[in-house]
């Protein structure tokens, strides 16, 4: 007889760690454009990697934080669910 459904701890365990690893990119996020503004770094090298910096890459990152946390907290719902349904 197949068992369908999951290990409910481990996909808890997932949920918690994706739902970390976006607060981690949000987090170094804030870190590096501060770090970049404080930076005394002037030119057209400078100036193009700010315009790139803010108009791509942040960006960017808060899609993969944002998709990260929704499928963090759709591991979470799915372990609820498991959890009823082993009932």
Known sequence: MAIW????????????KLQAGSSEIEKQKSTLTKVLEG??????????FRSEW???HVAALAKVAQA???????AT????EQETASR
């Open 5 to 16: 459904g999951a290990d409910i701890a481990q996909l808890k365990t997932l949920g918690t």
């Open 39 to 48: 930076t005394d770094w002037k030119g057209p090298d400078a100036d193009k």
């Open 68 to 74: 990260l946390q929704e499928a963090g907290t759709q």
């Open 54 to 56: 803010s108009g791509q």
């Open 77 to 80: 719902r799915n372990a609820s």
